[in-house]
């Protein structure tokens, strides 16, 4: 069973900043990774599959890299409506979370 | 439009029984595989269990096998899960989603339905 890690658990930061998130394969899972956001009281939205493949109607700041065992979620610019939970997926596991505040 | 609306999520006490229901429009239903994804109070994301647009094929956790069963109705472009044997682990928000490749992977989800599990 391939387990995935995400850090950090919470990253604070301001509207306008550069947020990084990574995700970690406890083996590797070529480039068959996705993404999802979350915000509060709503259901996940998919951001990013197979790594690096914005999905219909994800703005250009969201971008996915990575292969293997090592993954990266970037948003370039943080708006306000971005301050979420967002998780990584591989086939039937998700990572726990990285949370996006405001600092 | 791509639309997932779910449907039967109530208070039920441990061992009791529930059946879930999704209702999709918008896109050719049986060309997809669909999935039901929980989420616990104030927790993470847990995939539940999938099947094959054709029905030829389902998938379950581990945790749910023997207990909760996935199934569909072409006719009706609906998606179903019969839960059995509710323990409170199981109270959760229960997302029905659209499968977008062979990697599991949501490309739609529905507003989710909440199921509670408490005597």
Request: glycine share 10%; charged share 20%.
């Amino acid at each position: 069973e391939i387990v995935l890690t995400q850090s950090p658990a919470t990253l604070s930061l301001s509207p306008g900043e550069r947020a990084t998130l990574s995700c970690r394969a406890s083996q590797s899972v070529s480039t068959y990774l996705a993404w999802y956001q979350q915000k509060p009281g709503q259901a996940p939205r998919l951001l990013i599959y197979d790594a690096s493949n914005r999905a219909t109607g994800i703005p250009a700041r969201f971008s996915g890299s990575g292969s293997g065992t090592d993954f990266t979620l970037t948003i370039s610019s943080l708006e306000p409506e971005d301050f979420a939970v967002y998780y990584c997926q591989h086939r039937k596991g998700f990572g726990p979370g990285t949370k996006v505040d405001f600092k | 439009e791509v639309q997932l609306v779910e449907s039967g999520g109530n208070l039920v006490q441990p061992g009791g029984s529930l059946r879930l229901s999704c209702a999709a429009s918008g896109f050719s239903f049986t060309n997809y595989w669909m999935s039901w994804v929980r989420q616990a109070p104030g927790k993470g994301l847990e995939w539940v269990a999938n099947i094959k647009g054709d029905e030829s094929a389902s998938y379950q956790v581990d945790s749910v096998k023997g207990r909760f069963s996935i199934s569909r109705d072409n006719t009706k472009n609906s998606l179903y899960l019969q839960m059995n044997s509710l323990r409170a682990e199981d109270t959760a928000i229960y997302y029905c989603t659209r499968v977008r490749d062979s990697n599991d992977v949501s490309d739609y989800w529905g507003q989710g339905t909440l199921v509670t599990v408490s005597s």
